[in-house]
């Protein structure tokens, strides 16, 4: 399932060419995904312009002129393409067959080399992709916040500090590989990205969560915080059906250290210890068996 570092990387892609466009059309190949669409949906987009695309959680969360706010969630497999109108772009992930969402955008006017004239750009198409169908899209009236009410704080946003941390985990008896992946505790974070940054802060996953101290907390945050961007800036990591918008791959995952290493020797060379495989709740958890207490 794509992590924050990896929606983040779509919010990237589509913001600048989709921020100040109107939804000229919208068109539905199906009547659900992993949920039904919203009632009147295509009208109640259609005519509005995207002010704003912004990330919360694993959420894209785009306002709009109408007030409104459409909610995008990527599930396992979705993804967004870009292309001409009726001419999408071809890439190798893209199997027409699972478009469910196409959004015909309008174009933009655009400074022309005459002076006092301008050019429009022509409208083109973005389509949502999903051969799971595992993503969904909700439309959420003025104030309400839908599924983003209960999400904990932006693990990459300031208020989220070593304290902030150890009081949200303080009557948590979870081990912490499982607290960290409960979103009302922090918002976004996934599997992979737990295991990575709890191997950078020399944390086992398997230690019970109201047994860390402040300090310890300070540093996880530190280390959830140097993951995410390291990993975001390397467009995020690329397994299973995960694909930027222009269908780029991201290589993050060439410098996983623990994740998906099993039995390989820690990267910490004054360590010497082993990365084992351990399962917590059905999910995969990779850690090294010595320097991580």
């Known amino acids: 399932m794509p992590e924050l570092p990896e929606v983040e990387t779509v919010r990237r892609g589509l913001a600048p060419v989709m ?15 992993r949920f039904p669409f919203p009632d009147n949906f295509v009208g109640r987009l259609q005519g509005a312009v995207l ?18 706010t459409l909610l995008m969630h990527l599930g396992m497999s979705g993804r967004f393409v870009i292309g001409a109108d009726n001419c ?29 004239r301008a050019t429009r750009s022509s409208p083109f198409v973005i389509i949502y992709n999903d051969p799971r169908r595992f993503g969904f899209m909700e439309l959420l009236s003025v104030g ?23 009081a949200a985990l303080a009557a948590k008896k979870a081990p912490i590989k499982s607290a960290l992946l409960d979103q009302r505790i922090v918002a976004g974070l996934g599997n992979i990205y737990v295991c990575e ?27 959830i915080k140097t993951t995410l961007e390291l990993a975001i800036k390397a467009g995020g990591s690329t397994l299973n059906d995960f694909a930027a918008v222009d269908g780029a791959l991201g290589y993050f995952q060439h410098r996983f250290k623990v994740y998906a290493q099993k039995d390989k020797t820690c990267p910490d060379k004054n360590c010497g210890g082993t990365i084992s495989r351990t399962k917590q709740a059905g999910r995969s958890s990779f850690y090294c068996d010595m320097c991580q207490k």
């Open 88 to 116: 999408p772009a071809e890439s190798g992930t893209h199997n027409p067959k699972h478009d469910h969402v196409v959004f015909t955008m309008s174009g933009n006017d655009q400074p022309s080399d005459s002076p006092g």
């Open 197 to 223: 940054a709890l191997y950078g802060a020399h944390i086992s996953p398997l230690r019970l969560s109201n047994t860390l101290s402040v300090d310890e907390c300070e540093l996880l945050s530190v280390e």
């Open 19 to 33: 921020e100040g466009r109107r939804f000229e059309h919208v068109r539905l190949n199906r009547a659900d995904i």
């Open 51 to 68: 002010k704003r695309l912004s990330r919360r959680a694993k959420f894209l969360v785009a306002e709009l002129s109408s007030g409104e």
């Open 144 to 166: 309400d916040q839908g599924r983003m009410a209960l999400l904990g704080p932006e693990p990459l946003s300031n208020s989220f500090r070593g304290p902030v941390l150890h």
